[in-house]
C-alpha cells in the first residue's frame, strides 16, 4: 500500500538527453568556464565582436578558434 507523500508526488520523467554540439563550437557556458570568466562577459566579447558566435536554435555557440585566437592576442 502506498503513503499519501508517495501518492501526491509528481511523476518524474527523465529530462531528453540534449543533442550534441557540432565539432568547434562551445556553449556560452563552457566558454566561461574555459576562459574562467563570467558568462556576461563573454556575452560582452560577442557583441564586440572578440568572440565568434552563431545561433543554433535558441542557443548561442562559440567556435573553439575565436576562443583560440582570443587567447593567443590576450597573452
Known sequence: MRTIN???RPIRR???TP???PDGLV???EA???LRINRVTVERLI???ALEGTHVGRKHLITR???DIYLALSS
Open 32 to 34: 566561461a568556464a574555459f
Open 14 to 16: 527523465p529530462s531528453p
Open 27 to 29: 556553449t556560452i557556458k
Open 19 to 21: 543533442a550534441p554540439l
Open 65 to 67: 578558434k575565436s576562443i
Open 47 to 49: 557583441k564586440n565582436g
Open 6 to 8: 508517495q501518492r501526491d
